[in-house]
Structures are given as structure tokens and as C-alpha cells.
């Protein structure tokens, strides 16, 4: 169950709802949002609207925050100066992995004149194998700051270790949770405690319930602002692309929660020949966004080269999604 | 390899190529295509260009006949007064399965008003129990065959059984083979003595490169209008939706093959709700047509009522699906 | 539900019993087994005990006559002279597929000389390539036939096409249907007209309701004498092995239905290295018998020679799985 | 490939091998075992035999130090006075969570009563939902230790948490990676630096590769005490069990890494039932161990209640697998 409290309910108020659950042996779960403090109880039981109450939903589902019912009218996440969400499309792209400050600087300036707004890039890389390329690490966080700063570009990159959430969120603009750590609960715990927008992408087997209880840890924690991300999941086809691009995920999803759902097509697809393709179905699919590798010379990738578009591809993809976003 | 004799090549010419061949032991296989014949043979050995041969493909892929090496410039199948493939989009769309002439005639009637030209209806269906309703069988057949005398709409329906393929072939315009029956060698062959055009689906198992080498069963058995179709398959998300559509491959087929790439987003989805997200999804990945299934009064159909659309959806479903087209 | 009448019920009890469920608009299947007439009714309905009822079973499952619950001893089912199940094991041995008279005859002696009593060998191969090798057809029911007169083997062969059960089941013991066909509906329901045994192997991506709903098929069509048999899924993993052996599926398998239960390692391996681990595996988990691939000379097999073992290995199989039986 | 210096090799002829290395541009991982320098090296390159070099194995796996290859023999890990892995088996069992210091205590006298050596507890729970129970946290360490000082039981418990690893590694005597964590390459590193058995469980879509190079990474970060776990993959049959037991990947895990293996039935399972015969299975195919589920009154669970078993259960499965431990 969901317990919506006014804008100004006071302390006291507050706090007498809180009791009264607690009274029943259920440990509310109280957080922020626009203002508001919403408590989520995990579980039925009577509550009785006490004063300060604005409304009390009956959420059955395991997940109480991040779903539909709660909040029927969509959430948009403002990233500085940008939104995404709600009919607000918004394009992320950039290298797999941050390499050096002039690979950054040469990929910033690309999509600078793409007209993209926000980068991606990884200075923390969750390699398969030890000894591969681990990232550049604190260094490439303050690559990336200084990138926005020469650039106005806004920053993503992934985050692995809790130990890093605290620094990563004062140095980009959006955080991201790579397939691998979706279901690293601690780290979704850390992720909480900051207010950066956070890019959840699904386990490559995580189903789309597991997938938004791992968001509900977020929000739980007492940060709203997380996108999903769909990249593709794990099947017996192993031979035609990396991943199967779940497009049924994206309507599924919008149906059952309220929060953004981008695409990362390029990790799906694990070559780029497919990249164009998977971006134009994910949007007619009603995506509200896509994460996107480009390289400024993808054969010299230090990862994911075969993925990464080429600057032309992606200013290809550029146009040809632009037709598709008003009926996405 | 393939070798391509030339239109006007003579029956001695083509003997000797037949003749070269089998002197190195390996049986070629000749199909009529388009007034050519064409001769696929598995395994590479040196041909001589003797007379009568427009042209040897070294085609290495275990799939030879229907790959896009071999026809570059892509198909396009004609079925009756219709087309489809090579930039021409074709919709089919009728009930899961006939099940009386009133309800197959009303659906017509549907079809029509909305502009949809061929109708589906399956008179044998494949049951998961063989204590649920099996079809109509021959009866259904002749309903069919009714059906497009009176109103012009050309119909499609599923054949399972070896011994009904020539009946069908004679009732119907286009016979489609089911995922359970992708596999099925026997039924393939039989498709291939026909001329009728094949709708081939995709099991829901299979990779994409065993879809293909089962289409080279219909094709090298004679039959070269094979359609094939995307239905979902079968991975670990089984909550959701009933299969995961695999929109990825579509973009991997019009690589890989020549032949026409369709969709049925109502198998895949197993509700309606997901139709037409999947089929927007679908045409804006290159698809060259749907399948979707459509019932007067879903909530009265004899199978498959959950997933099949309204008639106000279907009507829906054009009109969000033709600005994409020009798109995909 | 299941109605089974007593063995002295006559005719016009019988028909009684089925004019009662007729009235009630639910379509009775009855078949004989052991001397007594069973009626597998799919729903739930009133049924009054009239004469000639042994006893009324209201089993829930949507497969009846193969559930357990219809028949809790469980099913020996007999194979001329031999059994298998409820405690008997049953070794089937021999090449993938009969390639010649001679290599047939050589793998029968061999066979006999390690104590196996049953031959394995296709002659209707199923094959994903039109090109590759399709088998010897009808004239390798007739080696079958004779190799068993010769050497007083049971033999066993896959069948494939509806219009092979007639003459397969005329010249073999027990006849097979492979994973591909496992949904081939009509396939079932012609080998429910015949007594032969037959063993029904899980399709790749099958469940196991749907296999059981498979084996339901036969057994509602009027064979008893079906085997069911697990012979690996097709998952994620496509690097280890060919498919990965759903060991599980054993002991569910058992306390759902009262038919055999036996596995196949050789097609679940992929390899030969794989098959012996796999088998005690199989007869520790409680299977009732084995599928296994062995070849004169598997290095020279027209299919399937890296997993079929070589005789030796075979001998060590037959070692090995020796002191698990009794545990198993 | 790897080079293994002698056991009296100096600090200058290990630091001329490392220089050697470095000058060809790649960067050697060089861990202590057994009194030995191991350098592992990613990649293929000339190596001089200089002095203190025992030999130099060319291993052309992505996984190096982990490889049968490197160590033909196999290892046996010692954890305190027990062993496993090379002969030596071993069962390792006790309840899902830690939930209280009764219920803990009550699960050590049980265990110890049927001849157990090893109890496994979870203090740090991985749960799916935010609102389940999390663990008793480090407060559960401190239980665990008492058990052991009290009882002479081992205590093995889960770290999810890099800032865990160093306390938990003071407290128990294995420490466990959960499936969810497999790819968790931060907390894979940390494990690294301490000497504490570790069990890594497989993902539940991580392929064999991958889980050989998780391994891998906690070799190369300098901790050799790595025991695997195979406890179920996730796979399209949702329904029977709650994921499927790769039994095949139990021999090909002892084909390709000198590592013991071990098998978790009870996650595999998810329902008790299965739990007997899936863990003869494991030992029929060679598993080196188990790790089992055992609750004193399972009904009561806080977690995982249903795949417990009841201590007669336990007793059971240890009679069970006894007289197949020599035939594994």
C-alpha cells in the first residue's frame, strides 16, 4: 500500500500515521517527492486516514513506488537543465569506455555538432575477463566534469562499486547501472542516498518484475529519479546478435510503472548494423529514449568496437528516428 | 554454390551441368524460378562455365537458395492479384480459427469495411491438448474458398498434415506452416510440390539460420514463394507476454535472405493489449507485412480469444501503422 | 475427469456411461487398456456412478489418462519378450543413423556382445539441412526388420511422416518421435492407432506440461504404450554442450504421469565426452532407461559421430551405471 | 599463458621475469600459491627460460590461472581441518537465513547429530523485493563464530557487500558469492585480498566461460580458494522447478579447471522435493560437493521455506548419496 501525505502535513501528523502502522508490525518505508512524503507498506492492513493524509492507494503489486497506480499521470526526470519522459525524448550517446581526455573531448565534440545533449561514457568497466581494459577510473570522473564544463554537454557513466556513488554523483549528471549490478542490492541501496538521476539497466536474464523491484530499492532509499533501460536479454540466439532486444518490455513496462524507459540498442545488438534498425523499432515501440554507443573511430575502440556507430551512423540514425518520435 | 542457367538455356545444357556435377558426387538440385532454372548445390567444387550458364554463385552458407547472395535484389511474391516484399507492405488479418461460416463471413464482412485484402482463419489447429477444439477440417476449407468468391478477400490458413497440402492448395491462396511444424520435414517437402506461397513461422525455438534451412526445404523442393514470419519465441519471461517477439530478427533476415520478412505480433504477445505496440515496432524495423488476428467478438472466440483485436483495434492499428511505413 | 469401467462392463453399460457425458455437452474419449474401457472427460462435470463404473476420478490436470493420479502404481510396458519402468531398466543402444546393411550388422554384434537387447537406429533422419543425408527410408525398415530375425534384437527407429506409421510399426518394436515432431499432432494421433510402443522425446523448448499433453494425444488416440523420454533444452548455453540435459525433469516427470521415463545423453552432449557423466546422472535421478549413440566407427558416421560412442565407451557406460541402478 | 617459478626462485629472477614481460607492453598478474610465484599472463608472447622459472605453460583460454590446464592434477582447498575437491567430497547445509541465535543454534545441533561438518546461514540476503527480510547483518557474524566456538562447525555465510569482506572473512570460515553477484567484479577483487575459502556461485544466465572467469578474478586479485557452485539456470520451464540443475556443466567444469565443484539443489529446486534425487544426480556426475537447504521447521522459514528440507530429510538425502559417492 502507497499513503500519500499533503504537501503540508506537519511532523506530528506524519508521525502518527507512521505509528499507527507500526502498530501492526509492518516497517513503513518513508520518502520525499515533490514535496511530499509518501509512505510505502509492504503488505495489506488497515490504515485509518488520520489527518494530513492526502490519499491512501491499495497497491497489490510487490512493487509499490516505481508502479503505475501510485502515480497515473507518468513521471518526467529533470537532468539539469533537461527532462525526460512524458512525451520528453531525450538521446544519450558517446563511447563504450572513456580511453583518453582527447578520445572524450574529440566524442564531445562529435555530438555537440549531432545536436545531442547528453554523453555517455564509462570510466569504470565491468569486464568479463581481469585482464581486460578495467576503465580510467576517479581520473576519467574528472575528465567527464570537465567535459561538460568546456562543452555544456551533461555526463553519464556507469557505477559498480558502492564505494564510488558518492564521487561519481559530484562529478556527472547521471549515474548508470550496467546489466550485471542490477540485482547488486547494496549498490542500489548507495544510489539512494543521492538525488543524481539513475540509469537502470536490466540483468540480461532479470524478468521486467525483477527488474522494477531492483528500481523500487532505489526509490525505496529515497531517490525518484530513476530511467529503466531495456538492452537486451539472454536467449538461445547467440549467433545472430549479442542479446534479444525485448521489445515487448517497453509497452509492458510503460503500462506497469510510471517511470521512464529508454533502449540501449548497441549493447542488444553487439554489431552496429543493427543498431538503426533496433533505435527506429524501440521508438515506434513508444521508448522515451536510447542510449547509444558512437566512437570517433570505432575500429580503435579499446571495447565494444564492433557495436559502436560510426559519427555518420549516428547522425543517420539521428534523422531517420526523427519521423517516428510523434508516433512512437 | 549456385548455378544460374541462363532463360533460354536448352534441356541438353542443362543436362551436361547436371551431369558435371554428379561426376564429383555430390546431387545438385534444379528449380524452376521466374522461367530460369536454377541449381543449388551443397558444398563447393569447381563448375565449368560451359554454355548455357548465366552465372555460378560461391555461395557458402548452408543455406543457398534462399539467401540474399544469391538474389540481391530481394523478393517479391505474388499472390494472385496482390504482392508482397520489396517495399511492398501487405496486412493479414482475420480470427485465430474459423469456427462457423457466420462467424468466418462476419469477419470478411470486418476486413473489408477496413480495407484489409486477405483474411486469415485456421480450419486445422495445432491444440497444446487434444481435448480442445481441433478446427473444422475440410469443411472449413470450402467455407474459405466461399468466402473469397463472394467477397474477393484472398484467404490463408495453416495446413499441419502432409495429406491435407494438395486439398488446401486448392481451397486457399496462402498456406501457412506453424512454429510446431517449422521443423517438420515431411510437411516442407510436400510445400514444395505446390506453387501456392507459404507462410513459414518461425518455431519458437529455432535460430534464425535453421527459420532459413527450413525455408531451403520448401524452395529446393520446387516451391520458391515462401514468406517468412516472426511469431515470438520462447525465453525465460514468461509473465509478461506469451513470447518474446524478436524484433532483431528482422533486420538480421533482410540481410541474410531475399524472401519477404512478416510479423505476427498477436502469437507473440498472447494480449491484445500488446498488438500494436509490437506491430509499430515491427514496421519500423523493415517488416514486410503482419499477420494479426482479429475476432468479430474476442470475448466469444473458440481459441485464442485474449489476444485476438477488437475490430475498433484493428481499425486502430492501420491508422497508427501507415505513417510509419513510409519509415521502416 | 476419468471414468474406468470394470472389466466385465458390456457394451450397453459403456454406452450408458457415454450418453450421460454427451448429455452434458462434453465429448467422452475412450479407450481400452488392460481389458477395461477408460473415459478421459476434459473438465469437470457431474457424473453418476451407474453400473459397470469401477471408479470415477476427478483429476484436475489438463492431461488425464498420463497423470499419475489416474493410475498410481505406474506402467511397465511390455516390448515383445522385454519391460521398462516401474523398476525394470532398459538399455536402447546403437548408431544415429543406419547407413548401410553392413555398419547396421556390425553395431548388432557389437551390441549383443556387451548384453545390450535393444537397437537404435534411424532411417528417417530428420535433418535441418535439405542437403544433408536423409536416410535409407523404407528399405532400412526392411535391414531393421531382418537384423532382428537374425539376432533376436528389439529394434527401434524414429518415425517422421504420417504416412510411415503403418509400414514402421509393421517392421519395427518400438517406434520414436523426435524432438522436432514432439507438436506434430497429427503424427501423434496416427501412432495412437497402432499398439507399438513409442517413445516420445521432449521437444528442444517443450515443457513439461506440453510434453505430457503430447504423450495424452497418443494414449487419447488408443496407444497405452508410450515412453517418454528427456533429451536435453535448448538455453543460453550453446558453447558446452548441444543442449543442456534437464535432469530435473526426471523426478517431476515421475510424480506427474505413471508412464517410463528414460533419457537420451547423446543428443543432450553434443559430444561423446559428456555422455557416460550424463547417464549416471540420469539412472541416479531415477530414470527407467537410456538412448544412447554408439557407432562402429564413430569417425566415420554419416550423422551425429562426434557424440556417438565408441563401443568401448559403451562398455564402460554399461560398467558404470551398473552399481547406481539399485540406487537410483 | 602462465609462467610458475621455482618454490626458491628470489626476488631477482621473479622481478627479471616480470621486467621480460613488461617490455613486450603487457602487464603480468603474479599471485602466491603453494610457496610459488604463478604469473599469469593475458595473451601470447615469447618468454626466455631465465633463471627460477619452473615452466612455462602456453594457455590459450580467456581464463588462465583457474585452467585444468595449469594444474592437470586438481586442487584439494583446505578450510581449516577439512578438505574438498580431488576425492575429498563434502556436504555443506544448514537454513536459508540466520534468523535468530535460537534458530541458529538448533540448526548447529541438528547438523552436528547426522555428521555434518559445515553450516551455511545467510546474515546478508540478496532479496528480490526491498520490503523482505534483509539479514541479521553483522550482528549474524558474531552468531556464526559463537556456533563454531561452541560446536566445532564450520560457518559458511554469503557477502554481498565489498565493505563486508573484510569483517565477514574474520567471522566465518567460507565466504559465498550468490548468483546475483557472480559478475560483481569489485567484490570479486576483494575477495582477492583475503585467504578465506570462497564458494562462487553461477548466475543464472552466466555461461561456464563466465563463471570460470569470475573465478579467474579472484585468483589473479591473490586468493587461490575458490570452490564453484552450479545451482540452476534460468531457462523457459518457470513452472516445475525454480530453475534448471546444468548437471552437464559439472563435467565439463572438471574437464576445464582444477577448481572443486559443488552442486546447490535446493536453489536449483526451489521445492523440497526435488532436492533428493537432484543431489544424486550432482554426485553420479561428480560433483566434489553440496550445499543444501535444511531448516528445523521449515514452515516457519523467514525465507525459502518451501526448498528446505526437514531434518529427516537431511538424514535421508545423506543415506542416499553415500553408496554413490564411490561411483561419482
Not at 50 to 60: H, V
Not at 154 to 165: G, H, N, P, Q, Y
Amino acid at each position: 500500500m502507497i499513503v500519500v501525505m499533503e504537501k503540508d502535513a506537519d511532523r506530528q501528523e506524519l508521525d502518527e500515521v507512521l505509528a499507527n502502522i507500526r502498530k501492526q508490525n509492518i516497517e513503513p518505508v518513508a520518502i520525499e517527492e515533490e514535496g511530499k512524503t509518501i509512505i510505502a507498506i509492504n503488505g495489506k492492513m488497515e490504515i485509518e486516514k488520520t489527518k494530513g493524509i492526502e490519499k491512501i492507494l491499495d497497491i497489490s503489486k510487490p512493487f509499490k513506488l516505481v508502479s503505475r497506480e501510485r502515480k497515473p499521470e507518468g513521471t518526467s526526470i529533470k537532468i539539469r537543465n533537461l527532462e525526460i519522459g512524458n512525451g520528453t525524448f531525450l538521446l544519450i550517446a558517446g563511447p563504450c569506455s572513456l580511453e583518453t581526455r582527447d578520445q572524450a573531448m574529440e566524442s564531445a565534440k562529435i555530438l555537440k555538432s549531432l545536436g545531442v545533449k547528453v554523453m555517455r561514457a564509462s570510466v569504470f568497466k565491468p569486464r568479463s575477463s581481469p585482464y581486460s581494459f578495467q576503465g580510467m577510473g576517479i581520473e576519467g570522473l574528472r575528465i567527464l566534469k570537465n567535459i561538460r564544463e568546456m562543452t555544456g554537454l551533461l555526463v553519464e557513466t556507469e557505477v559498480m562499486d558502492v564505494r564510488d556513488v558518492k564521487i561519481a554523483s559530484e562529478h556527472v549528471d547521471i549515474l548508470r547501472v550496467g546489466a550485471r549490478n542490477m540485482q547488486n542490492y547494496d549498490l542500489l541501496k548507495e544510489l539512494g542516498k543521492v538525488k543524481t538521476p539513475v540509469i537502470l539497466k536490466r540483468g540480461i536474464s532479470a524478468t521486467i518484475e525483477e527488474l522494477l523491484l531492483a528500481a523500487e530499492y532505489i526509490l525505496s532509499s529515497g531517490n525518484p529519479n530513476v530511467i529503466l533501460c531495456e538492452r537486451g536479454i539472454r536467449t538461445f540466439e547467440t549467433k545472430s546478435y549479442r542479446n534479444t532486444l525485448d521489445i515487448g518490455a517497453i509497452p509492458v513496462l510503460k503500462r506497469l510503472t510510471h517511470l521512464p524507459v529508454i533502449v540501449d540498442p548497441s549493447h542488444a545488438a553487439g554489431n552496429r548494423e543493427l543498431v538503426i534498425p533496433l533505435s527506429k523499432a524501440a521508438v515506434a515501440a513508444g521508448a522515451d529514449g536510447l542510449l547509444v554507443e558512437m566512437h570517433p573511430d570505432p575500429d580503435k575502440a579499446w571495447s565494444d568496437g564492433e557495436q559502436s556507430l560510426f559519427p555518420r551512423q549516428l547522425s543517420q540514425l539521428i534523422d531517420e528516428i526523427k519521423p517516428l518520435m510523434q508516433h512512437g
